[in-house]
């Protein structure tokens, strides 16, 4: 049972509009920032998205992130094949002392 | 470019003792400003942070695990190790190490390694 909580799975087709929700708590999101990292079948995860919606320079700027009180969410338009991957929210929660994560969310672009 | 590169054992047995070690390039790991964590994902499930170490040796453990987690770091070699004791079959996992940018209210990790798989069977 992860900390962080996200829908197993999500799907689009190419070209629309995702989103995935991170919900969580008062003593992690209610208080710290919020990351979003990108797992591509067989590879490690990589940072997608930082300190709630900053991007990495490498990043495309189809990829936004925001939180709202206890939850986070990221969004991707313009969907595109390669972009099918574990998606998975992140950050630090104050009562536990530990770096805390989703349970991440499988993205398909049908 | 930093990069990160996990190097192991391949192989572990139960009740034995895990050793990783984490060789950093294209930066300093003796420079301020992050820690250095391990961070372990089972086949199929998801992240679970193990603990991270700053380059002074400060670490910082995940509860759950700090009764079986050592971390240490070698600055000469630009290299943070990572060892855990009595380990059973719920240790297999893929293992990353990642570069931790931290600050008042965030905590994430931009730059991770390949990973390295270790199973835990006898």
């Known amino acids: 049972q992860s900390v962080l909580t996200q829908p197993p799975s999500v799907s689009a087709t190419p070209g629309q509009t995702v989103t995935i929700s991170c919900s969580g708590s008062?003593?992690?999101?209610?208080?710290?920032?919020v990351a979003w990292y990108q797992q591509l079948p067989g590879a490690a995860p990589k940072l997608l998205i930082f300190?709630?919606?900053e991007r990495p320079s490498r990043v495309p700027g189809r990829f936004s992130g925001s939180r709202s009180g206890t939850s986070a969410t990221l969004v991707i338009t313009g969907l595109q094949t390669e972009d099918e991957a574990d998606f998975y929210c992140?950050?630090?929660?104050?009562?536990?002392?530990?770096?805390?994560f989703g349970g991440g969310t499988k993205l398909s672009v049908l | 470019q930093v990069q990160l590169q996990e190097s192991g054992p391949g192989l572990a047995k139960p009740s034995e003792t895990l050793s990783l070690t984490c060789s950093v390039s294209?930066?300093?790991?003796?420079?301020?400003?992050?820690?250095w964590s391990w961070i372990r994902q089972p086949a199929g499930k998801g992240l679970e942070w193990i603990g991270a170490?700053?380059?002074?040796?400060?670490?910082n453990y995940n509860p759950s695990l700090e009764s079986r987690v050592t971390m240490s770091v070698d600055k000469s070699n630009n290299q943070f190790s990572l060892k855990v004791t009595s380990l059973t079959a719920a240790d297999t996992a893929v293992y990353y190490c990642?570069?931790?940018?931290?600050?008042?209210?965030?905590?994430?990790?931009?730059?991770w390694g390949q990973g390295t798989p270790v199973p835990v069977s006898s």
């Open positions: 992140g950050t630090w929660d104050n009562n536990l002392r530990t770096a805390v």
């Open positions: 170490i700053y380059h002074s040796g400060v670490t």
């Open positions: 990642a570069r931790t940018e931290y600050g008042a209210t965030w905590y994430y990790f931009d730059y």
């Open positions: 008062t003593s992690n999101i209610g208080r710290n920032d």
């Open positions: 294209g930066y300093s790991i003796s420079s301020d400003g992050y820690y």
């Open positions: 300190r709630n919606s």
